[in-house]
């Protein structure tokens, strides 16, 4: 490939999407920007689902237990060893990467694939949402894998379109709304579960008493995860609660997804912070959901299998629970609908991201008046990961493994040919996982990491054979040219972004609110305690329970009143803060342009 001048690669960054270009050192973020975003992320409606699956799957009380810790603590460290430090080095998102390690056509069907995959999850999240307006407005329980009801279809289709039209051309409102999120869900699934342990309880003791670890596990192991499924047969044991946990969030940590976050960290020990997201949200949260399910289940005399997400949360959290399981589900769905619209934007980018979005936007309201999708999702994420980890596999030999076996990574691109052995290492693991699978010899979830062990011992072995043992001089000389460039790019845009100035809010109101939601979650838990630990007998406790809907539907509206009323001050004092900077900028220290 021919040698680049300086100008020609400036006006080539000029060119460029911010995207496309590696992070700079302005827009990094510190550590508790990551632990929020991971507790946000990982908290939300689909843990409903999760709950209520391991229950279903037949999981035991020590399985889940000691599984679920397991698993998760393996996708922390994955995180922290695989994801975090190629992010933190190339400072690119996934895309930008693979497009320059191997070449249009095999980023294109990794963006094809994404798409679909966030188009699923967005779809199952609908529909989960559904389910509380469906319960809102009486129609029929969806209880079979295709909608029986009108009046559900059309629910699932207007609050779809609305989801859709949100995420196409409203998303930065919307981000700024989810972003107070996260405090409030988590507080929910706790003191969801906590509120439903003494009905547990009386099933499994005969009292409503608790009296310490060894009760909850008895109450665990009798009446939610038995170690049986609703239909008698063995479970899917400790190895399967581990390769769920692991698995449930394989395409953004193996997959190198995730990748995208954590470009902005400041260090690659960021990593470990994903643990919010993994112990809250995938531990936490899904254990106190499979109580749910299973006391909801027992209340309501119906099976586990057909309940929905709305009904277990009506019954754990009263009128609070429907804001529940919209907001959770509306938030995940808008999130992942956005994520659709780039992926599908990087198949045709000749369009933009909101016409991508609205047309991947129609095909999930569609697929969200389907309830087998939100049911199945467990299994679809799982699936979705062993789809995408072989690209995260690829990437990570492309550059680890290609330097220090004396090969030169990006290679294809310097050699200006398809990166055939990218395709060929991705399409091998994937069919040889079909026929394990098809033939029933393998479970899903035991197959990502050999997926994704796989795909690097190929590529490395094609690649050499194929031109990455050669020499590029010229190439490696443009890309480092490259890097220069776009470091006095970020150079001349940090001193745009004010990264000196003091934008925090110390005004008194704004503080006030804080300590107002704050204190607010402080009582419902504090309300959801007294249900656990007060309930001498059932009248007892209904008592208590129906005095804890109350504070948590007023909590609710008290906790979302100030948070946003302090999002709003706080993101108003920030902007004035920095246009009086502005003003008051002698011209001359103005950066040009």
């Known amino acids: 490939m021919s040698r680049r001048t300086p100008d020609e690669v400036d006006r080539r960054i000029a060119g460029m999407d911010s995207e496309q270009l590696p992070a700079g050192k302005h827009e990094l973020h510190g550590a508790g920007h990551f632990a929020g975003l991971y507790a946000a992320e990982n908290v939300a409606g689909t843990e409903f689902v999760f709950g209520a699956t391991f229950v279903i799957l037949g999981a035991g009380i020590w399985d889940v237990v000691i599984g679920l810790a397991v698993g998760n603590l393996l996708a922390v460290l994955t995180y922290r060893f695989v994801t975090a430090p190629i992010a933190t080095r190339t400072r690119m998102s996934v895309y930008t990467f693979l497009d320059r390690a191997a070449g249009r056509t095999t980023s294109t069907l990794y963006n094809g694939l994404n798409a679909v995959v966030f188009a699923v999850i967005s779809a199952a999240m609908i529909t989960v949402s559904a389910t509380a307006l469906r319960l809102i407005f009486d129609f029929p329980a969806q209880t079979e894998a295709y909608p029986t009801s009108v009046g559900f279809i059309v629910l699932a289709i207007v609050f779809g379109s609305v989801a859709v039209l949100v995420a196409a051309f409203g998303f930065n409102a919307l981000a700024e709304f989810a972003s107070i999120c996260g405090p409030w869900l988590m507080v929910m699934f706790a003191t969801g579960g906590i509120v439903l342990v003494p009905k547990a309880a009386d099933e499994a003791l005969g009292t409503t008493v608790v009296s310490g670890w060894g009760d909850f596990i008895t109450i665990g192991g009798d009446t939610v995860f038995t170690g049986r499924t609703p239909d008698g047969a063995e479970g899917i044991g400790l190895l399967g609660v581990i390769g769920y946990a692991w698995a449930a969030n394989s395409f953004a940590h193996a997959g190198l997804i995730d990748m995208s976050l954590l470009r902005y960290a400041k260090k690659s020990w960021y990593g470990y912070l994903s643990a919010t997201g993994m112990f809250l949200g995938h531990y936490m949260a899904w254990v106190s959901a499979g109580f749910m399910g299973a006391a909801t289940a027992a209340i309501t005399m119906q099976s586990i299998t057909v ?30 609908l956005y994520r659709a619209g780039l992926a599908g934007q990087g198949v045709f980018p000749r369009f933009s991201r909101a016409k991508v979005t609205l047309l991947i936007g129609g095909l999930v309201v569609i697929a969200a008046v389907f309830p087998f999708i939100y049911r199945g999702y467990l299994n679809l994420v799982t699936y979705a990961g062993i789809a995408l980890v072989p690209i995260g596999g690829i990437l990570f030999a492309e550059y680890w493994l290609l330097p220090r076996l004396g090969m030169t990574r990006y290679w294809a691109r310097y050699k200006g040919v398809q990166n055939v052995p990218a395709l060929l290492s991705w399409g091998i693991p994937l069919a040889l996982a079909a026929v394990l699978l098809i033939a029933g010899l393998a479970p899903a979830y035991y197959l990502f990491p050999p997926v994704w062990v796989l795909s690097t011992v190929l590529y490395v072995l094609f690649a050499r054979m194929m031109g990455a043992a050669d020499g590029y001089p010229d190439g490696e000389a443009d890309d480092e040219l490259f890097a220069e460039r776009v470091e006095e790019f970020h150079t001349h845009q940090a001193r745009k972004t004010h990264t000196d100035v003091d934008t925090r809010d110390r005004r008194t109101l704004t503080r006030v609110l804080k300590v107002v939601w704050v204190v607010d979650l402080a009582v419902i838990v504090a309300g959801a305690l007294v249900v656990l630990l007060a309930s001498a007998d059932l009248t007892a406790y209904e008592a208590h329970r129906d005095r804890f809907f109350v504070i948590a539907a007023v909590g609710t509206v008290i906790y979302f009143l100030a948070a946003y009323g302090e999002l709003r001050r706080r993101t108003a004092h920030t902007r004035r803060t920095l246009s009086r900077h502005d003003d008051s900028s002698p011209a001359g220290s103005r950066p040009a342009g």
Do not use: S
């Open 307 to 336: 309940l929905e997400p709305g009904q277990v949360a009506l019954q754990a959290l009263g009128y609070a629970g429907f804001a529940v399981v919209i907001v959770g589900g509306w938030t995940t769905a808008n999130a992942n």
